[in-house]
Structure formats: structure tokens, C-alpha cells
């Protein structure tokens, strides 16, 4: 166990629907991130929150955004759901910033039909 | 952009053989190079890491080198065993203007018993 927990484990849900995913980090972690991992992909970065600021960005569509709360919980929302936004989302934590080790969370399996 | 690029993209060997993955890098600003470990089904776990101010770094069976003037790092495992078989990415972050991390594609490596 990581420390960093998400929820829900799984969601199914329609195209066009908006959904949002829960992050908590391990306690005194400061940063967050979220990565996209597609059937058999790699781990697309999407953002980074540190100390509830955006901090960097990757290939993160217009359709989703983040944010960061000042428990340093957060939420990405995904809105307008498409088929091929089915994927597995990761949430990872780490003490201050990109330089040190991310813990990573379980996951959300995200299925859209 | 900034990119990492990782080989060979799957890896068989026999138990007790060696195992070696290449990562090159494109941003020469880049300082800390961790390696994530992901089991079937599970999250990514970090395994190791170097930052660059060190060409190497050993852990009993798992070891690390970096080449800074050729913008490489590989990952070496000794000594294999069933449960070293897994998805291995390779990563890289620096703190200049941007502050993330770039993840390889990964590489999924089979150990044969």
C-alpha cells in the first residue's frame, strides 16, 4: 500500500457523460500528478498540482481538467466522454516535486461505452 | 519536446540470465532518472533511481548507469527470477523551466523459468 488512495475503482459510464475521479495523497506529500494509461500503453502524463497550484502540463485534452484543494486532495473531471477515453487513470504523490519518487495510487478503470 | 525514448520494447530471458533496458533522453537539462517497476494489474512501483551527479548506483540484483554525455541510462538486473517479470519504465525529470517527468514507453520483460 502506497499511501495514495483513489476513488472510485471502477466507473462505467456513456459518451457524452462527465465524470469525475478523487485523489488523496500520502499525508505531508505536496505534489500530485495524474497519468492516463491506455489497454497495453505507457503512462501518459496529464498534470501536476503542487501545494494546490498547476505546476506542469502534458498531453492533457481540453476536455479534462484538474484542480487541487487545500487538503491537498484532488479531482480530475472528465467531461464529453469519449470511447477512447476508456483507460486505466493513475494518481501519484511525491514529498515536494518531479524530483523525487512518485507513489503511485490503485487506480481508476475507466470504461466508456 | 522533451522525450524519452526506451529499448527493446519487450525482453525474454532465461531465469538467472541478464537483463538490460536502454533509455536515451532529449533534455539535457534533465537530473533525476527513476525506474518504475509495474507488476500485471498493479500499480507502478519505483525500483530504483540515479540522479546525475553519480554515473551508478547498485541495489543487490538491480543496478543503474547513466551516461550523461550521451543522454543515456540503462536498467540492469542480475541474476533473474520469475518475479522480475513485469513492465519496466524509465523516466526522466529536471527542474528548469518545466517541472515534470517524461516517461519511456515501457519495456515488458519475461523471465522463463
Known amino acids: 500500500d502506497s499511501g495514495v488512495t483513489q476513488t472510485p475503482k471502477h466507473l462505467i459510464t456513456a459518451t457524452g457523460q462527465r465524470v469525475t475521479l478523487r485523489c488523496s495523497p500520502r499525508s505531508g506529500d505536496l505534489s500530485v500528478y495524474w497519468y492516463q494509461q491506455s489497454l497495453d500503453q505507457g503512462l501518459q502524463f496529464l498534470i501536476q498540482y503542487y501545494n494546490g497550484e498547476e505546476r506542469a502540463k502534458g498531453n492533457i485534452l481540453e476536455r479534462f481538467s484538474a484542480q487541487q484543494f487545500p487538503d491537498l486532495h484532488s479531482e480530475l473531471n472528465l467531461s464529453s466522454l469519449e470511447l477512447g477515453d476508456s483507460a486505466l487513470y493513475f494518481c501519484?504523490?511525491?514529498?515536494?516535486?518531479?524530483?523525487?519518487?512518485?507513489?503511485f495510487g490503485p487506480g481508476t478503470r475507466l470504461t466508456v461505452l | 519536446g522533451e522525450n524519452v525514448e526506451q529499448h527493446p520494447s519487450t525482453l525474454s530471458v532465461q531465469e538467472g540470465d541478464s537483463a538490460v533496458i536502454k533509455c536515451t533522453y532529449s533534455?539535457?537539462?534533465?537530473?533525476?532518472f527513476p525506474w518504475y517497476k509495474q507488476e500485471l494489474g498493479k500499480r507502478p512501483q519505483l525500483i530504483i533511481d540515479?540522479?546525475?551527479?553519480?554515473g551508478e548506483k547498485k541495489d543487490q540484483r538491480i543496478a543503474v548507469t547513466l551516461n550523461k554525455t550521451a543522454k543515456h541510462f540503462s536498467l540492469h538486473i542480475t541474476e533473474t527470477q520469475p518475479e522480475d517479470s513485469a513492465v519496466y519504465f524509465c523516466?526522466?525529470?529536471?527542474?528548469?523551466?518545466?517541472?515534470?517527468?517524461?516517461f519511456g514507453p515501457g519495456t515488458s520483460l519475461s523471465v522463463i523459468p
Open positions: 501519484a504523490s511525491s514529498v515536494w516535486d518531479s524530483n523525487n519518487e512518485q507513489f
Open positions: 540515479i540522479r546525475s551527479n553519480v
Open positions: 523516466a526522466a525529470s529536471s527542474k528548469t523551466s518545466y517541472d515534470k517527468v517524461i
Open positions: 533534455d539535457s537539462a534533465s537530473n533525476y
